[in-house]
T-cell receptor, first 113, second 109 residues
Framework: DGGITQSPKYLFRKEGQNVTLSCEQNLNHDAMYWYRQDPGQGLRLIYYSQIVNDFQKGDIAEGYSVSREKKESFPLTVTSAQKNPTAFYLC????????????FGPGTRLTVT | GEDVEQSLFLSVREGDSSVINCTYTDSSSTYLYWYKQEPGAGLQLLTYIFSNMDMKQDQRLTVLLNKKDKHLSLRIADTQTGDSAIYFCAEVDNNDMRFGAGTRLTVKP
């Protein structure tokens, strides 16, 4: 099955710890994205990557870091510098042919206490 | 910058039609999209419309586009309880997508 996966579905951490969220896709898409979703709010772009070994900050990159060493993988690290890390995190990917639509993973709910 | 705007809530009775509205910002957007998000899940692409079209129908879904007013709507005919979800419209901005805040559709039996 082609798709985009995120793991784990639920993640719990103590304040002050860094945590890495996984995102993998086997759609052969070049572009990948990380969004944050808070209750009652839309999606806010954290980081995106148009190609391997390159990525750019989105609207709310502070306190987050990413890497893109492989086309299939775009992990997101939530660092202890992120002031309000508890949220639902969504990863998406986009191909270069056709339209501009992004395809989303199932999301990871991170709770930091 | 300007936002893609949607009303936050809509409640309908099962069997009625639902109309979810969206105002977008970029008149040069070539594609406009509707996504559905069920509780605790990712976004699922529902449908899209090219900017040179006024209407697109796909089974129970009808998308209407008014380019002059930059207004997009999604009509769901014969709404079912399984249609309860958050619906996001999105426009293309610099080759990437800008999303509205989402409309939470509640379908009452």
């Amino acid at each position: 099955d082609g798709g985009i996966t995120q793991s784990p579905k639920y993640l719990f951490r103590k304040e002050g710890q860094n945590v890495t969220l996984s995102c993998e896709q086997n759609l052969n898409h070049d572009a990948m994205y990380w969004y944050r979703q808070d209750p009652g709010q839309g999606l806010r772009l954290i980081y995106y990557s148009q190609i391997v070994n390159d990525f750019q900050k989105g609207d709310i990159a502070e306190g987050y870091s990413v890497s893109r060493e492989k086309k299939e993988s775009f992990p997101l690290t939530v660092t202890s510098a992120q002031k309000n890390p508890t949220a639902f995190y969504l990863c998406a990917s986009k191909g270069t042919s056709g339209g501009y639509e992004q395809y989303f993973g199932p999301g990871t709910r991170l709770t930091v206490t | 910058g300007e936002d893609v705007e949607q009303s936050l809530f809509l409640s309908v009775r099962e069997g009625d039609s639902s109309v979810i509205n969206c105002t977008y910002t970029d008149s040069s957007s070539t594609y406009l999209y509707w996504y559905k998000q069920e509780p605790g899940a990712g976004l699922q692409l529902l449908t899209y419309i090219f900017s040179n079209m006024d209407m697109k129908q796909d089974q129970r879904l009808t998308v209407l586009l008014n380019k002059k007013d930059k207004h997009l709507s999604l009509r769901i005919a014969d709404t079912q309880t399984g249609d309860s979800a958050i619906y996001f419209c999105a426009e293309v901005d610099n080759n990437d997508m800008r999303f509205g805040a989402g409309t939470r559709l509640t379908v009452k039996p």
